[in-house]
């Protein structure tokens, strides 16, 4: 069965700029999850998308929005990029019952913005 | 929010000794995992084990929901088992899976 698949694996912006992440889950996980990861704040909820809804909101400025499409797969957008968003977004999915679950999680994107 | 605490931050082993690797939570979970990040970043799955202990070859996991802390073990270190290993927690089904800062291990030959 194939992991969680992330693309691009890097990415390098200028600020001002818009970008969009990739995320296919596991076959049969409904559930999506995003994180960012720096070295100053270590790994923080994004957003979680289940059957195209979003499911749960992290604390993350309007420029951060996602959407999940019917086969499960699943895109972040980040707009008017700044220097503070070069990070590590990671992925993770799940089966997305509804019960607390294991997540299985991408290789990531590095993102760098110049 | 829920607060998750690991210690210790950083740890260095010789390969073949053993460690032992703490998570700290402030309140009540349903949900505790334990992960490895590798040096390229990927973060595995290492345990899912909200209470009692589990096993997987060298690593086991011990989680005393009642005291809020979890512990891992690994036994007879080897070099890739260098990386970060965090905890991440989740109070109730729905919220938001919260990490740890993670213990930095670094493993020598």
């Known amino acids: 069965k194939a992991g969680v698949t992330q693309t691009p694996r890097y990415l390098i912006k200028t600020r001002g700029q818009q970008v969009t992440l990739s995320c296919s889950p596991i076959?049969?996980?409904?559930?999506v999850s995003w994180y960012q990861q720096t070295p100053g704040q270590g790994l923080q909820f994004l957003f979680e998308?289940?059957?195209?809804?979003?499911?749960n909101k992290g604390n993350f400025p309007g420029r951060f929005s996602g959407r999940q499409f019917s086969n499960s797969r699943s895109e972040m957008n980040v707009s008017t990029l700044e220097l503070g968003d070069s990070a590590l977004y990671l992925c993770?999915?799940?089966?997305?019952?509804?019960?607390?679950?294991?997540?299985?999680f991408g290789s990531g994107t590095q993102l760098s913005v110049l | 929010g829920i607060q998750v605490e690991q210690s210790p931050p950083d740890l260095i082993l010789q390969e073949g000794a053993n460690s032992t690797l703490r998570c700290n939570f402030s309140?009540?979970?349903?949900?505790l995992q334990w992960f490895h990040q590798n040096p390229w970043g990927q973060l595995i799955n290492l345990f899912y084990?909200?209470?009692g202990t589990k096993q997987n070859g060298r690593l086991s996991a011990t989680t005393v929901a009642t005291e809020r802390y979890s512990l891992l073990y690994i036994s007879s270190s080897q070099t890739t088992d260098s990386g970060v290993y965090f905890c991440?927690?989740?109070?109730?089904?729905?919220?938001?899976?919260?990490f740890g800062t993670g213990t930095r291990l670094a493993v020598r030959p």
């Open positions: 076959s049969g996980h409904r559930s």
């Open positions: 991440a927690v989740e109070r109730s089904s729905g919220d938001k899976l919260t």
């Open positions: 998308y289940f059957s195209e809804t979003q499911r």
């Open positions: 993770a999915s799940s089966l997305g019952t509804g019960g607390l679950e294991k997540l299985f």
């Open positions: 084990i909200p209470s």
């Open positions: 309140d009540s979970v349903n949900n």
